[in-house]
């Protein structure tokens, strides 16, 4: 008899994601994940929901309109996470003409028919805001309509709303072996200690380290992909303006430049053909560099590799966009399924899909449309969600406000009770994390160590001083 339907190594998007849909449709799953949840890919992202207009130049009519129709789902399942924003491409006169690309937005804006979201346009940059941060020599940009997502939380929230539906997630337990007969048997070092789980189906959902985890967890042949490196670096803000500026850099790779925590820029790239331990990945003085100089092509300001207050490298299988998957099922064998990569919009129903192929229930699919916890409020109306939460709390100031909503949604009530002043919420860390926050991030999501909570349940790491770090890395170790 097995412990669980479906055990799945690694709580990444893919992970948690397959987790909320299996156990929403009543299996029995248990979720592994080696550190913390939202540790892997969804650290390093890019941040960006959408439906990819690059791909257009791919012909990949079929796969944005899939894209886009996720994203508009997800807007509304968790609308403090995934932000609407405009898209800002320059036009360089050295790269892909404006005509053309004009053309390609003419199409895009088509592909999400339902969107609510405002359609693509021309801009002059010498009259538009959009132009004011940007190098004069800059004339024209296209400017369309698609989303930023708070990915670490995304992944955050996706598991604790698996667990509200009965999953079991494991964080700080490495799948180190696993046995395969009609049923998967696991042995998991939780925390230190060695345990066994049976499981009927066993999915290998570990990103970057897939191809880890098949040869010395699965004992199997190497799955054939090489590792793709994300190199990313937090400058303070270098623009106003809530736009994510997209930069087609001289040797044709896009640059991303977004409005990252209020007062930083995110600004990232891609680059292919790593080797080595995914853990190992860091931004390299090269990468930083390669960074700035592209950014410096069109932004006025000059940005220096020591204005980087943060840079972070990630790494996850060249797939295609949309992911791959592979199942293998043999007679009197358990299954195994092997998830890698894709998009981020695409992960419910890339999820939707693995427990359809793993064929342990019948019970209809049901995440397009749920909420995710603190999501059941309009995805326009978070500027109201402040606004009351600032009129319930009248201590909050209007930055901590919106931080608690950007966060937890309508869930907020959760953090901050009956508390009438700061002073009821408890000791203070930084700014404005008080130990009440702190409490309910490691009661309810998962939260153990201090770099859980500054770097994937929010990005307070950017501004919190050390002895506060140290002072949080104290108290956490008192309350747990
Ligand atoms: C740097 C980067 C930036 C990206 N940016 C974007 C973007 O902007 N937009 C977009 O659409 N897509 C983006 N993607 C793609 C998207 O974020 C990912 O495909 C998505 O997050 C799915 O990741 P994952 O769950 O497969 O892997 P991961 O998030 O890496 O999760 C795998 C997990 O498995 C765990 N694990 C490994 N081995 C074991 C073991 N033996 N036992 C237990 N646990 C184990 C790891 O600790 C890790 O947490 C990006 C990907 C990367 C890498």
Request: hydrophobic share 45%.
């Amino acid at each position: 008899m097995a412990d669980v339907d479906i055990a799945i190594i690694g709580g990444g998007l893919n992970g948690v994601s397959i987790a909320h849909d299996a156990a929403g449709r009543g299996l029995r799953v248990l979720l592994l994940e080696q550190n913390d949840l939202g540790g892997g890919a969804a650290s390093a992202s890019a941040h960006l929901m959408h439906g990819n207009v690059i791909d257009l130049e791919r012909g990949h009519v079929l796969r944005i309109r899939r894209a886009l129709a996720e994203r508009d789902l997800a807007l509304r399942a968790a609308p403090h996470l995934v932000r609407p924003a405009r898209f800002v491409l320059p036009a360089h006169a050295d790269e892909r003409p404006l005509a053309v690309m004009r053309a390609g937005l003419y199409a895009y804006d088509r592909l999400a028919p339902r969107s609510d979201l405002p359609r693509s346009e021309v801009l002059d940059l010498t009259i538009h805001e959009a132009g004011h941060p940007l190098k004069r020599s800059l004339r024209q940009a296209l400017a369309w309509s698609d989303c930023t997502v708070d990915e670490t939380r995304l992944v955050v929230l996706t598991a604790v709303d698996a667990a509200a539906r009965g999953a079991a997630i494991w964080t700080g337990a490495r799948c180190a072996w696993a046995e395969r007969s009609e049923v998967w048997r696991l042995t998991v070092v939780n925390r230190g200690r060695r345990e066994s789980v049976v499981a009927r189906a066993l999915v290998n959902a570990s990103g970057a380290w897939t191809r880890a985890v098949a040869e010395s967890v699965l004992h199997l042949p190497p799955v054939q992909a090489s590792l793709a490196k994300v190199s990313q670096i937090v400058v303070r803000r270098i623009f106003d303006r809530d736009d994510v500026y997209l930069l087609q850099n001289d040797d044709h790779r896009m640059i991303y430049a977004i409005p990252y925590h209020r007062d930083f820029t995110l600004i990232g790239s891609s680059e292919r053909g790593l080797a080595g331990d995914p853990a190992a990945l860091s931004a390299g003085a090269d990468d930083i560099a390669y960074l700035c100089a592209a950014a410096s092509r069109y932004f006025r300001e000059r940005v220096e590799p020591s204005d980087a207050v943060h840079a972070v490298a990630g790494g996850h299988l060249e797939t295609a966009r949309d992911g791959v998957m592979k199942l293998d099922r043999k007679r009197g064998r358990a299954p195994l399924l092997t998830v890698i990569g894709g998009s981020t919009a695409g992960a419910r129903r890339r999820a939707e899909t693995a427990v359809a192929r793993l064929g342990k229930t019948t019970l209809p699919a049901w995440t397009a449309g749920a909420p995710l916890p603190g999501g059941d409020f309009a995805w326009d109306a978070f500027d109201d969600e402040v606004e009351s939460a600032r009129q319930r709390w009248p201590f909050l100031t209007e930055r901590h406000a919106w931080r608690l909503v950007e966060a937890y949604g309508t869930r907020i009530d959760h953090v901050l009770g009956a508390a009438k002043s700061m002073d009821d919420l408890g000791a203070r860390f930084g700014d404005d994390l008080t130990a009440s926050e702190v409490r309910y991030l490691m009661k309810e999501e998962f939260a153990r160590f201090a770099n859980d909570v500054l770097w994937r349940r929010s990005k307070l790491g950017l501004t919190m001083p050390r002895q506060d770090r140290e002072a949080l890395e104290i108290f956490m170790a008192s309350a747990s």
